[in-house]
């Protein structure tokens, strides 16, 4: 019976941690909101997602999955680009690698004509992968890493009008404009508060103490 304790007690607390850990370094976001004119989709279309992982310490990949596949494309019109988002840490040329042939970071920021503005850019070159306006659009996807120190999923934020991305594509209507996403399909746990992880130690350590006297 002790031992059957001591394992279930050690067995829920990995399951608590691996969960935790899953939830925090994965995070999906959808693009469904539909700032075209005339509209890109119709009702409530989802155009794609943005999926960021932790595949290191300080590395985060972000890919872009445009849907329905090869009916939804980056396009270059100037209302937006292929990506725009806000990031915690500046100026990132140097820090993006392995950026899907293509497309380009810029330095400095810009703006999706619905959406607001943003602080980090990635853009379809014209002519090498996007022409001009919705001449020759791009089905993605759209992939890179990001390596900065302490940089985690948590660090892509919100802009002003509380969008996290936004894109430059044409729809399943023919229309063409930004589309972005707001929040998390799957946001990451709360940080645990000082009077939890008090709780928390406190039944440990009863649990604990029980186990000893036990084994004695």
Known sequence: MKKNLGSLVLAGIAVVAFSSA?????????LNQDGCTGGCGTGSTVFGTVTLTEPSANVVHVKVDLTPLGITEFVATGAGDALLFNLTGGNLTSDISNLT?????????????????????????????????????????LQFDISLTGITVASFTANTGGFFFASDVIGPTGKTGDVAAKGPLNPPPPVPEPASLTLLGTGLAFLGTKLRRRNS
């Open 22 to 30: 899953a939830s925090a370094t994965s995070l999906v976001y959808t």
């Open 101 to 141: 042939s293509g497309f380009n970071y810029i330095n400095g920021g810009g703006s999706a004509s619905t959406f607001g503005s943003f602080t980090q850019v990635i853009e379809c070159t014209v002519p090498t992968a996007c022409g001009h306006g919705a001449s020759n659009p791009n089905p993605g996807p």
